[in-house]
């Protein structure tokens, strides 16, 4: 398999301390857990030279994440990173067309972009199963499985950094 690095890119979706602290605002409660698996993967990104886009409301990141020069940060105006920003057309212009999705959460914002990476024709959707959260395991399995259907891949955080992309 060739290595597509430089065609993809990794959203990093809310994983600001509103929803991933105790007391946090909008807690997701499988949050937490992924947190080390988002970190990985943000690590297995930079190097291998993928773009690293941070889908976020601009609050404070959860500790361990942090933005640097040549990522992307995005203000998410709705559930999808998609919707009323620049997103798509940052990715045309990179010439980007695979996406690999982490963060919180599975039914919502997670679901959305991904829908509408599918709807705008990317050539692989990817979500991180184990770096990707609901508010319970279930909601969350339900979800992962609807991805799956519609063609997205769904590796655990093991087998997407054993892979080329």
Not at 1 to 8: F, I, L, Y
Not at 48 to 77: C, F, P, T
Not at 98 to 124: E, H, K, M, W
Request: hydrophobic share 45%.
């Amino acid at each position: 398999m060739a290595d597509n690095s430089n065609r993809t890119a990794l959203l990093v979706i809310d994983m600001q301390k509103d929803f991933i602290h105790e007391d946090g605002l909008s807690r997701v409660n499988g949050g937490r857990a992924v947190v080390p698996n988002v970190i990985k993967a943000v690590q297995v990104a930079r190097q291998r030279g993928i773009l690293i886009v941070w889908g976020s409301v601009g609050a404070e990141l959860v500790d361990g994440l942090v933005i640097k020069e040549g990522d992307y940060k995005l203000v998410k105006m709705r559930f999808s990173a998609f919707f009323a920003t620049h997103l798509h057309s940052l990715l045309q212009g990179a010439g980007i067309n695979n996406l690999v999705i982490t963060g919180v959460q599975t039914p919502n914002c997670i679901r959305q972009t991904v829908f509408d990476a599918v709807a705008l024709d990317y050539q692989s959707v990817t979500v991180i199963v184990d770096a990707t959260a609901a508010a319970t395991p279930d909601i969350h399995v339900a979800n992962i499985f609807d991805m799956k259907n519609v063609g997205v891949a769904t590796p655990t955080l093991q087998e997407w950094c054993e892979s080329n992309t």
